[in-house]
């Protein structure tokens, strides 16, 4: 996984009161934070005046290197944050 974490680990974190280490938030803070600078990015390169709101539906995140299956979950939290992003053009 990006956080190089076991899913047990995070299995673990889900179902019982012990929190994930520090280093782990921070590493979500950093993935997030690289997520939302990139669509911002991505915003203030595109040609906006041609964008349409349902373009949001058809936005796909592409992760070099990963199979699909592996990076299920996260591909598809960083496409969420990517397209909210992006949504805040229309707001």
């Not at 991505?42 to 964008?51: E, G, N």
């Amino acid at each position: 996984m990006a956080l190089n974490v076991s899913e047990d680990e995070i299995v673990r974190w889900c179902s019982t009161n012990e929190a994930p280490p520090l280093h782990i938030w921070q590493g979500l803070v950093r993935m997030l934070d690289e997520i939302r600078f990139s669509a911002e990015e991505a915003a203030k390169s595109a040609d906006l005046d041609h964008l349409d709101a349902s373009d949001l539906n058809r936005v796909i995140l592409m992760v070099p290197g990963q199979t699909a299956s592996e990076f299920a979950g996260p591909k598809r939290a960083a496409t969420a944050l990517a397209v909210a992003a992006l949504a805040r053009v229309f707001v």
